[in-house]
């Protein structure tokens, strides 16, 4: 069955650092895969949707690269700030899918002042 | 786009109570999609309507869960029988077309006494 896997329950770093969050998948190839923003209490907000066709995609301060070889995403936050605090879940779209996403566990992101 | 409305935000009950949440998605989605989320992982697929056509379930949705979304608006999801492990976070999203990000309530957490 399809996996998701996001390197680290949790990941600390100082403000103005780049956060630098990975998602692994396996046993197939989406179509597309999405970044969502998660603060406790709250429902999941999207920031980021990046397609297999594409290599690289910007935001503000946000970058999504998808590695279809490796099977992995990775999101970068540069400048962080401590407002960018949360946690982050990579989604993906399993076999078969009409749009609905497997989600992978999170990374919850600290950023220090 | 006043997002997507999940009613109520909490719910405590009894084992073996029925139970039953609202989703008011954005006005011009086709698509409405059920998550459940538990502690610590991410969202896990439920079901999803396409308009008033309920087109998928996971096996999670046991035969106590039915899910509906009368003339294509907001759709309500209920749980009969309720168990301890029916504790969790309900997270409605709902989007434009597949394929498409996906808009977040922030949900109902139901708690089971």
């Known amino acids: 069955s399809q996996k998701i896997e996001q390197n680290s329950e949790a990941l600390n770093i100082q403000e103005g650092k780049t956060a630098t969050l990975t998602c692994n998948y396996t046993?197939?190839?989406?179509?597309?895969l999405q970044w969502y923003r998660q603060d406790p209490g709250r429902g999941p907000v999207f920031l980021l949707l990046?397609?297999?066709?594409?290599k690289e995609k910007r935001k503000e301060r946000l970058k999504v690269t998808f590695d279809t070889t490796l099977k992995q995403s990775l999101f970068h936050i540069t400048a962080s700030q401590p407002a960018d605090s949360a946690t982050y879940l990579c989604?993906?779209?399993?076999?078969?899918?009409?749009?609905?996403?497997?989600f992978g566990k999170g990374t919850k992101l600290s950023v220090k002042p | 786009d006043t997002g997507v409305s999940q009613n109520p935000r909490h719910k405590i009950t009894k084992r073996g109570q029925n139970v039953t949440f609202r989703c008011d998605p954005i006005?011009?989605?086709?698509?409405l999609y059920w998550y459940r989320q538990t502690l610590g992982q991410g969202p896990e697929f439920l079901t999803y309507?396409?308009?008033?056509?309920?087109?998928?379930k996971s096996r999670l949705l046991s035969d106590r869960f039915s899910a509906e979304r009368p003339k294509g608006s907001f759709s309500t999801l209920e749980i009969q029988r309720t168990e301890q492990g029916d504790s969790a976070m309900y997270l409605c999203?709902?989007?434009?077309?597949?394929?498409?990000?996906?808009?977040f309530g922030d949900g109902t957490r139901l708690s089971i006494l």
């Open positions: 046993n197939y190839s989406p179509a597309y």
């Open positions: 990046i397609r297999e066709n594409e």
């Open positions: 309507f396409q308009n008033e056509a309920q087109l998928e």
């Open positions: 989604a993906l779209d399993p076999p078969g899918s009409q749009g609905n996403l497997i």
């Open positions: 006005s011009e989605h086709n698509r």
């Open positions: 999203a709902s989007s434009l077309y597949s394929n498409q990000p996906q808009h």
